[in-house]
């Protein structure tokens, strides 16, 4: 099994910072993908950002330019560097994992953290 452990999230006013972490360990034997997605409050789970293993990233457009997201592919995490935060940024952060596992035969898996949660408020 792939389990993916997060970290970072908090309390921050508007405008603040946060940088969040994901980890990813177990029976890996590749990861194509890992990112961050959120949930809302009343709100369906949403992207926010992914990246692969050669580096190509996608953003919503919701957090471009305010969102940076890095990978180490040696140790299998990422983490996302959030700025200029706005209230509607508030959500539980779930970090993704999609890849194949060191299995035999190899089986693909796309593995969810427990989610750590944003709050953005004055």
């Known amino acids: 099994q792939v389990q993916l452990v997060e970290s970072g999230g908090g309390l921050v006013p508007p405008g603040g910072s946060l940088r969040l972490s994901c980890a990813a360990s177990g029976t890996i034997f590749s990861i194509n993908a890992m990112g961050w997605y959120r949930q809302a409050p009343g709100k369906e789970r949403e992207l926010v950002t992914t990246i692969t293993t050669g580096g190509t990233i996608n953003y919503a457009d919701s957090v471009k330019g305010r969102f940076t997201l890095s990978r180490d592919n040696a140790k299998n995490t990422v983490s996302l560097q959030m700025s200029s935060l706005k209230p509607e940024d508030t959500a539980v952060y779930y970090c993704?994992?999609?890849?194949?596992?060191?299995?035999?035969?190899?089986?693909?898996?796309?593995?969810w953290g427990q989610g750590t949660t944003v709050t953005v408020s004055s």
């Open positions: 993704n994992a999609d890849g194949v596992e060191a299995r035999i035969p190899p089986r693909r898996f796309s593995s």
